[in-house]
């Protein structure tokens, strides 16, 4: 009775939302001493406790996915195991990391380079002290750890530098980017830095490797919540030559750079303000262009794989369906449609001129994927596309969503694209048009065959 009343006065103290009530209970009913539920410090511990657990599982629930999203206890629930899924995650990617540099020395086919940690702040000061809102990091493709970072990124990430001391680079990253900065520094897929060190080497061609987009964290803000910056991240494989162990070590070196939103100063010029998308058949986004990120907030990985319709506006979805019929129509060939307005991150809707075409598939006639170029004609009242939305239950699937999807699916399905002979659809680049061009040789060669 002693431990129920205890749970009954420390409710009372501060109200358990009915989502999270289990949650909380569960939390509590490890905490409780019978010998001390009275006090009115064990009480004021609970309160602090129950507060900090509703505040993480709000951050939680904002990094949900939307198509995981649901109201009641079933919400908390799924952000949990969400949470538990990301971890797990990482723990294997951490391990997989290790597992292929322990097998391979070194690997093939790369020339790499070793670098004192003094070489590499002379070698990337080249880049943050032209531009204060990049920073360098090395980051042990062994162990995770940072390994250097510049000092320009702890007024960058607003937080002091001591933060990174023996941390993993992993842990500034919004959990959701996690396996995105897994998957771009894979070593195979690095390039060398020593490749972009030459003589006819200048730094605009370095920053011009392939690059990715992560959300980073150094500080909180006044609430106390982490405060995530999107920035553009070039990946180099190098060594790091360890004082400390007296060895050698691989290492990516990442190249970030804060992206600001096109609306705010200095803008994207408005004739600028261009962007393109792919998206397949049932209207599901399958590429997303890099430009389009300081004009809808939104990195690449938000999008892709997720519905387009989503995104749009609920008045300007059916318009969809109208565009995908003059797709039919036109065979791959681009034309000009009406202007939609577009969900930016922060919740305003953008108001964007569009352009569509399509590439059919030579041989079944049939439309592979669908590409939209965009071009933004009035942007949103809040210029900063990166904050968060005011309305923090995320973007809902309605009904309309799922029907339109499946009858531009069943329409692109249709067998009704000919054209006089299987060639690449006009609207593609000409290397794209060469790509397909051999594909079909190829093809024709193994029939005669």
């Known amino acids: ?26 939390v509590s009913s490890e905490q409780d001493n019978p010998s001390t539920s009275g006090c009115s410090s064990e009480q004021s511990a609970k309160a602090k406790t129950q507060k900090e657990l509703f505040k993480t599982l709000k951050e939680l629930k904002m990094h949900l996915p939307s198509e995981k999203r649901s109201k009641g206890k079933s919400s908390t629930v799924n952000t949990l195991k969400y949470a538990l899924r990301c971890i797990k995650q990482v723990k294997a990617n951490e391990e997989y990391y ?8 070194q690997p093939p086919g790369f020339d790499v380079t070793s670098y004192t940690i003094e070489e590499i ?11 204060t809102d990049i920073f360098a990091v090395a980051v042990s493709l062994i162990t995770g750890k940072i390994v250097y970072i510049s000092d320009q990124a702890a007024s960058i990430l607003n937080c002091k ?28 897929r690095l390039p060398s830095w020593s490749m972009c060190t030459g003589a006819e080497s200048s730094p605009t061609e370095c920053m011009q490797e392939k690059s990715f987009f992560c959300r980073i964290s150094g500080g909180k803000d006044r609430k106390g919540d982490l405060q995530y910056y999107p920035f553009r991240m070039t990946p180099y494989l190098m060594k790091v030559q360890d004082t400390e162990l007296a060895e050698e070590q691989f290492c990516c070196l990442l190249l970030a750079e804060r992206v600001h939103s096109g609306y705010e100063a200095p803008r994207i010029p408005s004739d600028k303000r261009i962007f393109t ?11 997303v262009d890099e430009r389009a990120v300081p004009l809808l907030g939104y990195l690449p990985q938000d999008l892709i794989g997720t519905p387009v319709l989503l995104n749009l506006h609920p008045n300007d979805r059916p318009l969809m369906l109208a565009i995908h019929r003059k797709i039919l129509q036109y065979a791959g060939q681009p034309f000009d449609h009406s202007s939609i307005r577009f969900c930016a991150r922060n919740g305003e809707y953008i108001t964007i001129d569009t352009s569509w075409s399509s590439f059919v598939n030579p041989w079944s006639r049939k439309v592979s994927f ?5 071009k933004v004609r009035m942007g949103p009242v809040n210029e900063d596309v990166f904050a968060a939305p005011a309305f923090h ?6 009904s309309d969503i ?23 659809s006009p609207s593609l680049p000409k290397h794209e048009q060469k790509k397909t061009s051999e594909s079909e040789s190829s093809w024709q060669l193994l029939i005669s065959k």
């Open 393 to 398: 239950g995320g973007k809902i699937m309605d």
């Open 1 to 26: 009775m002693e431990s129920s009343g205890s749970n009954k006065s420390s409710n009372s103290h501060s109200p358990s939302p009915p989502s999270s009530s289990n949650a909380f209970s569960l």
């Open 277 to 287: 998308t792919t998206h397949t058949p049932n209207c599901v986004f399958q590429d």
């Open 402 to 424: 799922q029907e339109i999807s499946e009858q531009i699916h069943r329409l692109l399905l249709q067998i009704g694209l000919h054209s006089p002979s299987p060639t690449p």
């Open 98 to 105: 290790q597992m292929l540099m322990i097998n391979d020395s």
């Open 370 to 374: 669908v590409i939209g170029r965009h």
């Open 161 to 188: 530098r001591e933060v990174f001391d023996n941390a993993k680079f992993v842990e500034f990253l919004t959990p959701q980017d996690v396996s995105v900065f897994y998957s771009f520094t894979t070593p195979y």
């Open 121 to 131: 702040n002379s070698i990337t000061s080249e880049y943050t002290l032209k531009n």
